[in-house]
T-cell receptor, first 113, second 113 residues
Framework: DVKVTQSSRYLVKRTGEKVFLECVQD?????MFWYRQDPGLGLRLIYF???????EKGDIPEGYSVSREKKERFSLILESASTNQTSMYLC????????????FGPGTRLTVT | QQPVQSPQAVILREGEDAVINCSSS?????VHWYRQKHGEAPVFLMI?????EQKGHEKISASFNEKKQQSSLYLTASQLSYSGTYFC??????????????FGTGTLLAVQP
């Protein structure tokens, strides 16, 4: 079974803090994704990576950056957390190609106070 | 641009049928369907390619109308286990090595005994 794990299920941070969300997959997948999920807005893509050290902006990249130094690990960084970044963050991975399904992690619920 | 899902929410009794639609204003290459149960990660259901293909998964099937740029998910004789939020994810073109998707806002399905 494919496993996508995220470092924390719940996280509370203060405004202005630097926040790291970690995601690890164990299936040697090329693609990894970070989404945020908000009520009524569905899943919105923040960034994705199709190879080590390769990344592309998604639909809402402002205020976020990412890092992929190893194939299995994809990190989402909030350089200076703000209250409007309070959300559920979901990581996903998939094989390459348009027909590949995405496997999601359990999510991290981040609260910025 | 996010695809539009309808309805936003639906309540069913066990054994009833439901249809969830996913419409895009742009030409689609493929549509992916996922289900997310409360408190869990989204789970892949099926992928449809342009060409009007229809697919099935247990008592859940889907179609893709290329002319209308719309996909419909059919849930037949619903069971309690079908409850959750259903998301469609759309790909505008063959993405090569990547499979970036734009997800809809979701349809909440509640099946009651």
């Amino acid at each position: 079974d494919v496993k996508v794990t995220q470092s924390s299920r719940y996280l509370v941070k203060r405004t202005g803090e630097k926040v790291f969300l970690e995601c690890v997959q164990d299936m040697d997948h090329e693609n990894m994704f970070w989404y945020r999920q908000d009520p009524g807005l569905g899943l919105r893509l923040i960034y994705f990576s199709y190879d080590v050290k390769m990344k592309e902006k998604g639909d809402i990249p402002e205020g976020y950056s990412v890092s992929r130094e190893k194939k299995e690990r994809f990190s989402l960084i909030l350089e200076s957390a703000s209250t409007n970044q309070t959300s559920m963050y979901l990581c996903a991975s998939s094989l390459g190609g348009s027909m590949s399904e995405q496997y999601f992690g359990p999510g991290t619920r981040l609260t910025v106070t | 641009q996010q695809p539009v899902q309808s309805p936003q929410a639906v309540i069913l009794r066990e054994g009833e049928d439901a249809v969830i639609n996913c419409s895009s204003s742009k030409a689609l290459y493929s549509v992916h369907w996922y289900r997310q149960k409360h408190g869990e990660a989204p789970v892949f259901l099926m992928i449809l390619l342009k060409g009007g293909e229809q697919k099935g998964h247990e008592k859940i099937s889907a179609s893709f109308n290329e002319k209308k740029q719309q996909s419909s998910l059919y849930l037949t004789a619903s069971q309690l286990s079908y409850s959750g939020t259903y998301f469609c994810g759309t790909a505008l073109n063959y993405g090569g090595a990547t499979n970036k998707l734009i997800f809809g806002t979701g349809t909440l399905l509640a099946v009651q005994p």
